[in-house]
């Protein structure tokens, strides 16, 4: 149901309200005195991020209008149009209980709304997977959530980078339970860190800059959508609307004059979300592939010592992780095989479970394990984390073939920027076995004629960030195959390496300052690494050629991500501080940021960065003259601000003002920016509250 209703305002212009409740049909209604009343909001200082706006509509009515009662973020459209045809207003009827005496008699019925933007706060910031993305396309998706009526962005170019030129992880709209922001805090973080702020007007979005209405910088980049801004056309334009108040342009007496207050001191304070792991870890957030967390598979194996035997009980808990993939090959063959689907027998958590298609087949499996003597008493399974790869590599000849066997999934992680000065450190440990068909650890294998060359103790791997692959001396666009990881022959013999640990090779020199230790990838700022993250791990080959590889244990995988200067503090926020004036009264509020400029503390979520994947270290603001980072550049336009009193002048005016208007009164000498405006259409006045702006 559409319901439309009517008025003129004092000079005669026709205005139409109408409120769609959805569904079919028409009905026009009684508006009140006080037809429609939009007021846009104010705040502490004039940089607020985002200044909202609600309306206020009366409707005379002896009939219950149940249907206008509203229990979703955006299920009632509100509009105000002039000339029946141009769109002065829109939004949503606010959330609320409906509210109505019983008798049905006449009575005015007042209806608030909130314009589109303000349904933000309703909305969790939503992704199909942690992507890179623009500033302009964060807003972009804003807008299509909320199904506002807005053609059109107009967005200031007072910085030197647009917002369609600017990108971020997503993962830093996320904390670490993975609980996100709402849309609306997204868009005020984004805002905040321009020094920009973002209001609905009409059919159109204004980014502005207060800083460069009072310049007269007045260039814009302008986006216009049919569509929602699904798809859209850009351009640039200018806006600029100067108005001197003349004695003709008050409405009504009682304008009032004050002073602003003024701050002690302005902080800012940036939260940085940092990272320090390249790869999920393997052993978190698993599932148990038998369905029970603690399904577990018994084994019972003969081992020998000292020419005696013994059985030893073999534990195992198969799991699976969301961020992984393994992949399994017939070991004959090499045909691919799915993991069978496993139905834990009812009443039981011990059974058969993978052990005899880990023995009949290829891949990587992710397994928690521990033996004891059969004899043993075991009040608690003491089970430690392993990736075996079961490869069945037999005696020479053999295929020789090398299969991914083990895979990050890239869509499973956020992406990121990984520009700057640091190393990737892979470490861990692995253990070959040549028993044939024997997937269990046994210290007392001791085989004969396994001396080794300790340059054949490698995995092949493959690592590639974004478009460029790890080459095993530096990043390349170009896909090589992958890399090899050297294992280190810690005993200093090469008599036996079959059923001995081997860590991953150190190559970190001191000279790189980290204290991390394994197999050091560098990544320099000019590699320009950004996007999503791939790691593969291959099928093993020979180390010795007259013996079997069957199985490659690997335990403590892992790869760190490591910065020079160990001892530097990397988990402390950053602050930005300026003493305007100790003996003021009056303590700024502290600015927190979420969207921060990069320190080089560590990598991080929340830093922004270009197209390339270099951070943003400094933006050109040419409305304040200045190059440097946004932070500094929020303290700057807050002491220029608020070290001395602004003049404050509340008036009401025809209604001919806009979000961008500078304003000035010759009595007062000051120029002024709209902080606040109420517009009331059937008077048509707008009630101000003009800042000075220095």
Known sequence: MKYKGYFKNLDEIPYMVVIDTGGSGETEILLGSDPFIVKWEGSETIYKPLKLSGATTSIVSNNYLFDIYNPTANGIKIQ??????????????????????????????????????????????????????????????????????????????????????????????FDEDDNPMTYKEVIEEIMKYMGYTMIAYKNSIYIIDYDAIKSGQNTFNIYNSSDNFINYTSSSGTLLNIKTIAEGDVTETGASLSLDEVFNKVKVECSLYNFQSLLPDIWSDLTNYAGNWNATEKNQFTHNADKTTYNRDHFYRYYLNSKYKSFYYNKTNWAEVELPNYVLPTGRTNGDILYNFMKENIGATILKYVSYKTDEIVPSLELENYLVIHRHLGLPPS?????????????????????????????????????????????????????????????????????????????????????????????GNTDHYINKWFPIKNTVSYIDEIDGNGYAIPIKESDNLYGNVEFTIYSPNYVNT????????????????????????????????????????????????????????????????????????????????????????????????????????????????????????????????????EVDYFFNKSTLKLVEKK
């Open 546 to 677: 007259s013996k079997r590889v069957t199985a490659l244990w690997l335990k403590n995988l892992k790869l760190e991500i490591y910065s020079p200067n160990p001892e530097r503090e990397i988990d402390t926020d950053t602050v930005y501080e300026n003493i305007i004036n100790e003996d003021y009264v009056k303590e700024g509020e502290t600015i927190g940021l979420k969207i921060c400029t990069y320190t080089g503390k560590s990598l991080s979520y929340s830093s922004p960065f270009l197209s390339n994947g270099s951070y943003i270290l400094t933006l050109t603001n040419s409305a304040l003259n200045v190059t440097q980072t946004p932070e500094k550049t929020i303290i700057q336009r807050l002491v220029k601000q608020y070290s001395t009193p602004s003049k404050i002048l509340e008036i009401s005016l025809k209604n001919n003002i806009y979000p961008y208007s500078k304003l000035i009164n010759n009595t007062l000498d000051s120029e002024f920016i709209v902080d606040s405006m």
């Open 399 to 491: 295929d020789g073939i090398t299969k991914k066997v083990f895979e990050l999934k890239a869509e499973k992680i956020p992406e990121a920027s990984f520009s700057g000065k640091y190393f990737l450190v892979v470490s861990g440990e692995g253990l070959w076995d040549d028993r044939l068909n024997a997937i269990y650890l046994d210290s007392d294998y001791k085989p004969d004629g396994d001396s080794f060359n300790e340059s054949n103790l490698r995995l092949i791997c493959k690592l590639k960030v974004g478009n460029k692959y790890w080459n095993g001396s530096s990043w390349s666009i170009y896909d090589q195959g992958g890399f090899w990881i050297p294992f280190k022959n810690t005993e």
């Open 80 to 173: 105000l149009f002039s000339n029946d045809t141009v769109l002065e207003w829109s939004g949503y009827v606010e959330p609320n209980i409906y509210n109505q005496d019983f008798n049905q008699e006449y009575e005015t019925i007042e209806i608030n709304a909130i314009d589109a933007l303000s349904t933000l706060e309703y909305y969790k910031y939503e992704t199909d997977r942690k992507k890179i993305v623009s500033f302009l396309d964060i807003i972009r998706t804003a807008l299509k959530k909320v199904s506002g009526d807005y053609t059109t962005i107009y967005e200031t170019k007072s910085n030197n980078l647009s917002l369609s030129e600017m990108y971020i992880a997503e993962n830093n709209f």
